[in-house]
Structure formats: C-alpha cells, structure tokens
C-alpha cells in the first residue's frame, strides 16, 4: 500500500498544485488553479457560498471527481498513481445525506471499510464496537439497528464512524451536519473536535456555515468563484478580512456577530504571574459573546479564562472585549 | 363441474405441469440476463433509457397469437418459437422493474458505496442491486406469471406443457379436459406468485423494512 497505515496517531500532509476543474459544458472552471498546503493533522474547513468549487475541491481528492489538470499528493504520493478504490480505503468520507447503506445493520455499515481491506472478523468486531462508543452510539443498543431506525443525527454518529473505522489518516467531510439542526449540530461538532484531538487526522471540512468554520477549523480556507480568496486562522479570518467578499461572509461589520465569532482565549490579557482570585471563570473556547454577557451580568471588572485543563490561563476584561470586537480599520487595532 | 379427468390423470397432469414449469423457468432464465443487459444500457446510458423502454412496451402489444404465426416459418414448430415468443413478452415487466429498481436507489448512497473504497463490481454486487432486489423480484415475479400463461400457446406448436392438455381439450370437444388443464395452470402461476413474494421478504431491504416498522 501506497499511502502510509499510521495506527491514527497522526494524518496526512496533503499538497494541492494549480488544481483545475471544468466541468463538461460548463465556460468557467468550477475549481480554477488551486493550490493549497496542508499539514499533517491540521483541521481545515473550506468555506464560501454554494456554487464556490469548495465541494468540488473535496471530491477530487478522493477522486470522486476527477481533475481536469494539477495533481493532489498525499504523503508524497501522487494520487492520480493509485487505484481510486484503494485510494479510498484510506480516505475517511463524510457526506451531508449520511449515504448509509439502508439494507444493513449499523455494525455493518460500520464494518465496510474494514472487510473491504480484509481484516479478520475479531478485530472487526472489536473496532466496530470501540468505534459505535468513540461516536456515542452504545453497541448493545445500536449495532443491530438499520438507519431507518435512527434519527439524523444517529445517522450521521454512523456515518463518522463508517468514515472513521479504518484508522484513516486523512477525513473529507462534506457539509456533515448541515441538516442537523442547531443542538444536535452543535454536539457532533464538540465531538468531531474530541476526535480529532485525539487522533490529529488530517480533515478537510467543507461548510458555509462561518460560525461551523469558527468553532472547528485550525485554518479556515475561503473560496469563490473556484479560487482561494483568504487562507487563515478563524481569528485573521474574522479579524482582517481579505476584501469585501469575506467580510460579507463573516459578517465582520457587525460587532455583536464578531463577538459570537470569536473565542475568549483570542481577546484575553496572557495571565502575569500568579492567577488572580476572581469569582467568574469561562472556558478559553467560549465565545467573546458569551463572556461579555457574564462581565455584564456579574458586575465583576475581570473573569478569569481557563484553559482546557480548568486551570486559569489569562484574564478578560470590558476593555479587551472592546479592543477584539474593534472593526478591522479601527485605528486602535 | 366434471373433476373426474383432473383425478383420474393426475400423474400425467402433474408430469406436464413440470414440463410447463421448465419451458417457463428456461425462457426466465434466457430473459433475465437479456434485460439486465438492455437495462443497464439504459441505466448508464441516459439517452437511451426511454426509447428502450418504448420498444419493449411496443413489443408486448402485438398480439401473442400472430407473433407465433409470425415465427413459425422461420423457427418451425416446438421449443424454439415458444421460447422466443415468451422471452420476447417478459423483457418489459424485466426491464420496466430493473431500470426502476437501479435508478431508484439514492445517488448518496452510491456516491458513499464509491467513498468508502468500493469497486464498480463491489458498488454493484454489495450496494446496487441488493437494495433494488425487491423491484427487482417483483418485476420477474409478474414475468414469470406471464410466462406462464403465455406457455400455454406452447401446446398450439408442439413445445409440450399444460398448453397439450388444454388445446387437445378444445379440439376433442372435451370440457372435463380443458377444465384439468385450467386448474393446472391456475395452481402452477398461483404457487409460483407465492414463491417469489417469500422470495422478495427474505432479501435485505426487506429485513430492514420490517425492522424500520417494529421501531
């Protein structure tokens, strides 16, 4: 096998060159001249309006679509040198509509990658059910149900593990929970991130959700019209918008929507020694929104933040509110 | 109602219902790897799709009685013309219900069978025609019992079965004969009906559907 089998502990470097797209028929390239590099285990979300070539880009590198010109490589392979469908089995896929097999049973579904690449049934039945727990499906409740029996958002729990099950070291993630709605969204989105702390796959993640993209992407890759218009973290991406088009995007005019972009950890003073004694703490991962109401409600001139151990790592005050939420051309920026 | 013939022959009646099954089985047999290939021509091939359909449709409504006539100088008498005549009528309910079956599965769900690393062969074999197997055995349940009936013109050319007893019953002025062979036939398409609807229940979908139905 061409493609490294690493046991999930890290992902792909991907590297896409001047990767073109036109459809038959169609004047302008759906994906024109790309070029991208990403690390290995790095999130990125590929977001713009319908119609940008952010699906397109996606599928072309598992070879759903094929390109018209340019190349994709992944851990130095080529992936136009590789069998699609052996390149595939290492390719976890994620699509919004879930793409269950309705005729089979969720341990099933789950188990198609790994009897595809021939593992022996112990160690298949063994993943599956690490995996049905891993994405918060009880194996004894769920294994022997059919999709039909399961809500959306069940059915995309089995997507992610189906996609998951063969330890790949890349995902490709098509709009996975555009139909959920908002709770169920929010939750999968919370555990998508779990795993991939836990494993640092390398995912590509397409949305047009700016506030999907936010909350999940290491760098946040805007696209119009087939081409790369921003390429940065959440924060640079709300912050500096490159033109026009991505500030329309991210909505970055409106303070209270750029509040609701950004996490606190972004806008905190570093803590300075020893931590202060302060009565309200929030999560660095919360939204400056969410701080903002809990200074105002609590009165309080500081809350600490805390890191992901619970340990405090800086403090928030109204003022670095105030200087975050500054419009990009503000001159105290 | 004389049922004494019927009683009397049994042996002979249930040894030319056998017969009638085999010509029926063997023309199913010719029929269905024939529309399975205009099918997918017409799956894979958008354009064609509809004028293939028309065409078998076409072919269905010409009279069964004059396609024999039709094909007896050509073809003589016995197995062959049967044959042809029975595997010509049972491509529409084939291919109507094969196409239908294919093109109905979620493209999504295609789309993921491709995803996850599968083969064409593999897409086909563990995704496609499973989930439109029950289209699928329906379509070749209504064949079959077509076939069937249509065997019957079989005993006009010499090609043996049920149609022997029916037409010799006509020519001898012989009621209680014709009444055997009737209920022969009606018992033959009836159990054969019944067969292929326990067919259609074991196949997964089928599984799934129940199981979707309990919970």
């Known amino acids: 096998m061409a493609i ?64 018209t010109s340019g190349s994709i490589v992944i851990d130095g392979v080529e992936v136009q040198s590789l069998k699609a469908s052996e390149l595939r089995r290492h390719i976890g896929y994620v699509i919004q509509q879930t793409g269950l097999f309705p005729h089979m049973r969720v341990a099933e579904n789950v188990a198609v990658v790994p009897k595809l690449l021939k593992w022996d049934r112990d160690r298949t039945r063994e993943r599956v059910s690490q995996l049905l ?63 991939h702390k836990q494993f640092s796959q390398t995912i590509l993640f397409v949305t047009h959700d700016i506030e999907e993209a936010v909350r999940l992407a290491d760098r946040i890759v805007v696209m119009r019209e087939g081409r790369i218009v921003q390429v940065g973290s959440p924060l640079e991406i709300v912050r500096e918008p490159a033109d026009q088009f991505v500030s329309d995007l991210v909505g970055s005019q409106d303070v209270l929507r750029r509040l609701s972009l950004m996490p606190a950890r972004t806008a905190m003073e570093p803590l300075n020694g020893t931590p202060p004694d302060l009565a309200q703490s929030i999560s660095g991962e919360v939204f400056l929104r969410e701080a903002l109401s809990m200074l105002m409600e609590s009165g309080d001139p500081f809350i600490a933040v805390t890191g992901s151990d619970g340990t405090a790592i800086g403090t928030l005050s109204m003022t670095s509110i105030q200087r975050a939420a500054a419009p990009p051309d503000a001159p105290n920026r | 109602m004389d049922l004494g013939y019927f009683f009397d022959n049994l042996d002979e009646i249930l040894a030319l219902s056998l017969e009638h099954l085999r010509i029926s089985l063997t023309a199913l047999m010719i029929a269905l790897p024939v529309a399975l290939v205009i099918s997918v021509i017409g799956v894979w091939f958008r354009p064609a799709r509809q004028p293939l359909l028309w065409t078998v449709g076409a072919l269905y409504t010409i009279p069964s009685l ?112 014709v009444l055997a062979g009737l209920i022969a036939i009606v018992s033959l398409a009836l159990l054969t009906d019944l067969a292929i609807r326990l067919l259609e229940s074991f196949t997964s979908v089928a599984r799934a559907r129940r199981a979707g139905n309990r919970g």
């Open chain 2, 66 to 177: 004059a396609m024999l006539a039709f094909l007896i100088p050509s073809q003589g008498l016995g197995l062959r013309p049967t044959l042809i005549l029975l595997v010509t009528y049972a491509q529409v309910f084939l291919v109507r219900n094969i196409v239908t079956g294919l093109t109905g599965v979620d493209p999504a769900v295609l789309e993921a069978a491709r995803g996850v690393g599968m083969t064409p062969l593999q897409v086909l074999s563990r995704v496609w025609l499973p989930i439109a197997l029950p289209v699928i055995l329906a379509g070749v349940r209504i064949a079959l019992v077509t076939i069937i009936g249509l065997a019957i013109l079989g005993g006009w050319v010499t090609a043996g079965g049920l149609g022997e007893l029916l037409f010799s019953g006509i020519n001898t002025n012989h009621p209680a004969k």
């Open chain 1, 133 to 195: 727990e891993l994405t918060g499906l009880p194996p004894e409740i769920y294994a022997n149900r059919y999709p039909s029996q399961l809500s959306g958002g069940e059915q995309q729990r089995v997507g992610l593990a189906r996609a998951l099950a063969a330890e790949p070291p890349t995902m490709l993630m098509d709009e996975p929970f555009g139909a959920l709605d908002a709770i169920t969204r929010t939750r999968l989105q919370d555990e998508l991130k779990r795993i």
């Open chain 1, 4 to 67: 490294n089998q690493r046991s999930g502990t890290s992902g792909s470097s991907i590297s896409i060159h001047a990767l073109t797209k036109r459809y038959p028929g169609s004047s302008a390239a759906a994906v024109n001249a790309v070029d991208l590099d990403i690390a290995p285990g790095e999130l990125i979300v590929l977001l713009g309006p319908s119609g940008c070539g952010k699906t397109t880009l996606l599928k072309m590198i598992n070879r759903i679509y094929e390109p």
